[in-house]
């Protein structure tokens, strides 16, 4: 056949894959305020740069009425292309072709796409939405989750791994979000869970809605395992532009550098923390009074509110930010903080993104709950990662910084590069009303007035103890800084730490406290 | 920046080393509850589920490790025994009964 007929074979069969599922199916994904998978890896990267890869790959499977089902693309749309001019490689899993479930040949695009992610070391983003394992192709299912899980562990710290669950994704599919770096939902879209709500129900007793057992809010509120709340597909799509601009595209490369930009006047930062060491502020405003152009993009918002976690620029450089809040839990440490702030310490070394630490804390969350729930083992996770992270460390310790909370947030002793202290700054073991009470209890009981000797006592513990000068003449903390030299002392660390060399003895990888 | 913060109306009293702390407290931390000592004599279900059968009945007296009850969870059927010498002072459920989890099935003395 001559060429001319030849090609428009091709145009045929490619017009047969784009249809999906076809308009009935395509019909019922609109109705429930979805888009389709090509829809969305159109909308998502830059215009015309979308390359699609084995559209024409079908399933082999015969049994349980497969045999002759003809399944566009075995459903799922793999291919690459770029956002903000930044390489990515992308699957999206199509819901109009049998629900987006997954069988081998289904499975085996996600795995080449992901092998050309790690290969050609690009960002790998996967568009989740699913009704899971393909019955009827049995265990060719299972064994296609164990082999996307492997290749997710494998990229782990290499290449930048996205997910964005923007439908069901249930049982053992959900693990794979879970192993990669960022999890994107969307309000009343994305469902994630181990077991659903009928096998719970059958099981257990117990009732629940899909959406109060794993929608976006759950987990981004509840569970911790997502880490951006969208209400619509439109919004996470921005989302993710965005997170692509602050991050490398593989773990041998620094972030885009930007023009360098002043932060807002708006914010001044002499004036957002109280004097009163009691009192609450926002502590995201003295990241935006720090970081150009008060950008800063914070990650897992909704959850462990009590420390504050994201990615900000310092003279055009992206800098990972971590800082304690005070103005909820008075920006206590507990199990879900200490995880939250480890997970992302480790994302930003995989990845040479210097971190800078915020502190301001009186300490950990006591309860017996918290005990219960392995504090220990949790907590130990900050100090763990601060330790092992090589990328620039710098602190600044903005007002309190009591006891261990003082160690685990990225102390001059877990090797932080620089540590600065405002004239603020308290660094003591405690705060001068328990240390008053602990160090001076004869004198209190005993005195005429015990209130009067108490607040006396307390009083001279402040004197004394409550400043950073202490620290300082041990040379625990580098300088004292003013509030408005902050940027500028930052900026400069940041410029000579360029050629930071740690050396280590080798191991193959330390035991982290899980 | 901070008039706004601190007229937040969210804001309440937080203590921790005997420092009071003006700040948001999650309904999570403000509802947790006070620990309570387990009463060993109290033997609750440990999962939602069935009371299959009962092989005691109120006034036996139980060596440790006798049969109390069978009891179904999760389609597995569990024996629960007595973990010490005792009587059985109440039984408060009885066969077939579907239990929540943390229910007070046997109380002994």
């Not at chain 1, 145009?11 to 888009?35: C, D, S, T, Y």
């Not at chain 1, 001044?268 to 926002?282: A, E, F, L, M, S």
């Not at chain 2, 509802?31 to 059968?53: D, Q, V, Y």
Request: proline share 5%.
């Amino acid at each position: 056949m001559p060429l001319k007929k030849k090609i428009l074979e091709l145009k045929k069969r490619k017009e047969e894959v784009l249809q999906g599922g076809g308009p009935k199916a395509i019909a019922k994904q609109q109705a429930m305020g979805k888009m389709t998978a090509r829809e969305r890896i159109l909308a998502l990267l830059d215009e015309s740069s979308f390359h699609e890869y084995d559209l024409f790959v079908e399933h082999s499977a015969r049994e349980f009425g497969m045999d002759g089902k003809v399944l566009a693309g075995d459903g799922v749309v793999i291919g690459t292309g770029t956002i903000f001019g930044s390489p990515v490689a992308i699957f999206a899993q199509d819901f109009t072709v049998m629900g987006g479930s997954l069988g081998l040949m289904h499975a085996r695009k996600i795995t080449k796409i992901m092998d050309y992610a790690i290969k050609m070391r690009m960002p790998l983003i996967g568009i989740n939405d699913s009704g899971g394992a393909r019955i009827q192709e049995g265990v060719n299912s299972l064994a296609g989750y164990g082999e996307i899980f492997y290749r997710n562990t494998i990229a782990s710290g290499v290449i930048p791994q996205i997910s964005v669950i923007l439908g069901p994704c249930a049982g053992g599919a959900v693990y794979s979000p879970a192993l990669t770096d960022f999890v994107f939902v969307v309000d009343n879209i994305s469902k994630m869970f181990i077991t659903g709500p009928e096998v719970i129900k059958s099981v257990l007793g117990e009732e629940i809605t899909q959406e109060e057992l794993g929608g976006a809010r759950v987990h981004c509120e509840t569970t911790g395992n997502a880490h951006f709340f969208a209400n619509s597909e439109a919004e996470c799509f921005e989302q993710i532009k965005k997170l692509i601009t602050f991050i490398p595209w593989n773990n041998s490369k620094k972030a885009l550098r930007f023009e360098p930009k002043h932060p807002k006047a708006q914010y001044k930062i002499g004036d957002i923390v109280p004097d009163n060491p009691n009192k609450p502020y926002d502590v995201r405003d003295v990241i935006r009074a720090v970081v150009d152009d008060s950008d800063f993009f914070e990650i897992q918002e909704m959850w462990a509110q009590n420390i504050v976690i994201g990615f900000g620029r310092l003279n055009g450089d992206t800098i990972g930010f971590v800082a304690n809040q005070p103005k909820v839990l008075a920006g206590v440490l507990d199990c879900d903080s200490s995880d939250k702030a480890a997970r992302f310490i480790r994302f930003c070394d995989a990845f040479n993104i210097p971190i800078v630490t915020f502190e301001d804390l009186p300490g950990y969350l006591p309860g017996v709950d918290q005990e219960h729930q392995g504090v220990i083992r949790h907590g130990a996770k900050m100090l763990y990662a601060y330790s092992e992270a090589t990328v620039p460390r710098i602190t600044v310790i903005l007002r309190k910084a009591y006891g261990g909370g003082y160690i685990a947030m990225n102390s001059r002793h877990l090797q932080a590069d620089f540590v600065f202290a405002w004239p603020l700054a308290e660094i003591a073991v405690m705060g001068p009303e328990g240390a008053a009470n602990i160090i001076f209890r004869k004198e209190i009981m005993e005195a005429e007035n015990p209130d009067e000797m108490r607040k006396a006592k307390v009083e001279e513990y402040k004197e004394k103890f409550a400043n950073p000068y202490v620290a300082a003449s041990r040379g625990y903390v580098d300088t004292v800084v003013e509030p408005e030299e902050t940027r500028k002392f930052l900026i400069h660390a940041l410029e000579i730490s360029l050629e930071k060399v740690v050396e280590r003895p080798s191991r193959k990888h330390g035991i982290p406290p899980f | 920046m901070s008039k706004k913060e601190e007229l937040n109306p969210d804001y309440t009293t937080f203590i921790i080393d005997d420092t009071k702390y003006e700040t948001i407290v999650p309904t999570k931390v403000s509802n947790r509850k006070a620990w309570e000592r387990p009463n060993p004599n109290m033997i609750t279900s440990f999962l939602p589920g069935t009371i299959l059968e009962l092989y005691v009945k109120e006034g036996d007296v139980v060596k440790a490790g006798d049969k109390l009850l069978l009891f179904e969870a999760m389609k597995m059927h569990t024996v629960i025994n007595a973990p010490f010498d005792a009587t059985v002072k109440a039984i408060k459920i009885s066969t077939g009964d579907k239990v929540p989890k943390g229910e007070l099935l046997i109380e002994l003395k």
